[in-house]
């Protein structure tokens, strides 16, 4: 473990070798100054926080991930109406800068944090990609910024040299492929092909499906890894088809709508094979494929699903959304930040990451920001349970409980929640 493991990340955390699956704003109308609700805490020495909470958002507006970004950035705007409704950050009204991850194939994410942290910004909520991140965190960290994705799961990042900079309410991929690995086995599959895209994420959630597959009695017959962005995938596919598993997993990005029509052009689709889909393609394909396309396929999702109410109040801050991936996630880090600012009564980077464990975890339970915010005014020790799960960040900034959604998706190629399975990592 490179990351720095100081006083106040002295947490019982249990290590990924023993992991165990259990089941498995809006903008503030007002222009009245918020009235002072700054904890009593006293902020960190060397504390340099200019009074005012400002978050910036590194989420997808472009490249492959995009369908991700509308999500993502509700989560976020409905914490911060939250947030401000509730009186702010120490007695000030929580500021906000978009910006857009792109992804690995331009530069947009390099250029979108010079432009956040031109702007001053204490924490940064993204990047959804987790290559995305890894090409950025050091700038972010070492600007004394706090980092917090809602949607990275690459196992590469328990580990960063991060600084103690760096969170995530996304588990990782050791989780998720383990539920996935477990859901193609009890599906009644003893061979298994693995597509996986080249970068951190496909390869690391690949390997982690592998070793539930073969754990689990099963065999991977073939896995190939490929250039998401080449111009067609037959060769690859061809190389799955060789290998006649009865389930292939498809570990992808936007990539899979030209995918799925090779696998149905070579005679291994849906209708012949069981396929199974990821966080990073599980989306509803109704406008992308004919009809019946994708019925019977599976995927998996970190994180809950979204309530009926929770869908109802984002529609209110995006009324054109369409797709609610990961903005549990996205909310709950946007109120760990303000939470964490709250508690340290201070709004620099460093005091934020130096209360995001307590908040989290170990304290009074409260499940909003306002509840929250009148316990720390009473000098209480706060426990933050989130509308993605109980959150409780471990020595490595990763949540060391989450939830694992599985999907199915329908003639219509639209995916249908079916259960949850939970783990503790």
């Known amino acids: 473990m490179i990351r720095p493991t100081p006083l106040w990340r002295s947490v019982a955390v ?164 383990r539920v996935l690995g477990d859901l193609i086995l009890a599906d009644g599959n003893s061979t298994v092909g693995i597509l996986a895209l080249q970068d951190s994420y496909g390869t690391g959630l690949a390997a982690s499906t592998e070793k539930s597959i073969t754990g689990g009695g099963g065999e991977v017959v073939e896995q190939v890894v490929y250039d998401p962005k080449a111009a067609s995938f037959s060769t690859e596919v061809g190389q799955i088809k060789a290998a006649d598993p009865e389930a292939i997993a498809v570990i992808a990005f936007d990539e899979t709508k030209k995918i799925i029509p090779e696998l149905i052009k070579q005679g291994i689709g849906p209708d012949t094979k069981k396929i199974y889909f990821v966080d990073g393609n599980l989306a509803n394909y109704d406008k992308d494929f004919d009809k019946g396309d994708l019925a019977g396929v599976k995927g998996t999702l970190p994180g809950v699903a979204s309530t009926d109410e929770f869908k109802a109040r984002l529609l209110e801050v995006a009324p054109d959304l369409t797709e609610f991936a990961y903005a549990p996630e996205s909310y709950d880090a946007t109120t760990l930040v303000a939470l964490a600012a709250q508690a340290a009564g201070d709004d620099s980077g460093e005091s934020i990451a130096s209360k995001m464990v307590e908040v989290s975890s170990g304290g009074e339970k409260c499940t909003s920001f306002a509840d929250c915010l009148a316990l720390l005014e009473d000098d209480a020790d706060i426990d933050y349970d989130g509308i993605s799960g109980p959150v409780e960040f471990n020595e490595a900034g990763d949540p060391s409980e989450a939830s694992i959604g599985i999907y199915e998706y329908g003639a219509d190629n639209k995916f249908t929640f079916l259960e949850a399975k939970a783990g503790t990592i």
Not at 19 to 35: F, H, M, N
Not at 50 to 69: C, M, N, R, V
Not at 74 to 97: M, Q, S
């Open 14 to 177: 249990l290590g990924v070798a023993g992991l165990v699956l259990t089941a498995c704003g809006g903008d503030d109308t007002s222009t009245e100054e918020p009235k002072d609700t700054a904890s009593s805490s006293s902020a960190p020495p060397g504390a340099k926080g200019d009074g005012t909470l400002k978050i910036g958002t590194l989420l997808p507006q472009t490249g492959s991930l995009a369908f991700l970004g509308p999500p993502e950035f509700a989560g976020v705007d409905l914490a911060l109406k939250d947030i401000n409704d509730a009186g702010g950050v120490n007695g000030k009204t929580v500021e906000k800068v978009d910006s857009d991850s792109g992804d690995t194939s331009t530069d947009t994410a390099s250029q979108s944090v010079d432009r956040l942290l031109s702007n001053d910004v204490d924490a940064i909520v993204g990047a959804a990609s987790s290559s995305v991140s890894l090409s950025v965190i050091d700038k972010i960290v070492g600007d004394g910024v706090v980092q917090i994705s809602p949607a990275n799961t690459s196992d590469e990042l328990t580990a960063y040299d991060d600084k103690g900079l760096y969170f995530r309410t996304a588990p990782p991929d050791v989780l998720q492929g």
